[in-house]
């Protein structure tokens, strides 16, 4: 238990400074454009990331069968979350086994994005157009264009 503690804080003191950056950046952007994600905030779309965090917030809170309507594809996070810590931390190994993993996870992801995109966008959360993005301030054509190809 000692040696999985020492490798946590070991893990914190190499990459706190990072994390905090992350943190801050997370606060600050979400204060300013009231949305995290840049490809929200530039273009308006969801990405294939959008939900997970309200699907992991769900997940915690007892509520999976919300979480699967906010990203379908948390569950295989989580299960890449646990295997990950687990040989961190446990077992002592880098990362680099995940590699392969974290590319199923994310090609997983990306086919439930697309599937997303086809059967529920734009008519739910988080699967939503949002108006209000870089773009369309730039060219309000863009806001209209996207608007009347989706009527």
Not at 4 to 11: A, P, V
Not at 96 to 125: D, Q
Request: with cysteine; proline share 7%.
């Amino acid at each position: 238990m000692a040696l999985i503690k020492n490798r946590i804080k070991e893990d914190i003191r190499h990459n706190g400074l990072p994390i905090l950056v992350i943190v801050f950046a997370w606060f600050a952007v979400t204060l300013i454009f009231h949305r995290f994600c840049p490809m929200v905030i530039v273009t308006g779309f969801p990405c294939p990331g959008c939900g997970m965090t309200r699907a992991l917030i769900s997940f915690i809170t007892l509520h999976p069968i919300r979480a699967m309507q906010y990203n379908p594809s948390y569950p295989f996070w989580i299960v890449v979350l646990i295997i990950g810590a687990y040989q961190r931390y446990v077992q002592g190994k880098s990362f680099n086994a995940l590699k392969y993993p974290l590319l199923i996870v994310a090609t997983i992801t990306i086919g439930v994005y697309i599937w997303r995109l086809t059967h529920v966008f734009p008519s739910t959360e988080p699967m939503v157009y949002t108006h209000q993005n870089f773009l369309a301030f730039i060219s309000p054509k863009y806001d209209s264009a996207v608007t009347s190809f989706f009527q």
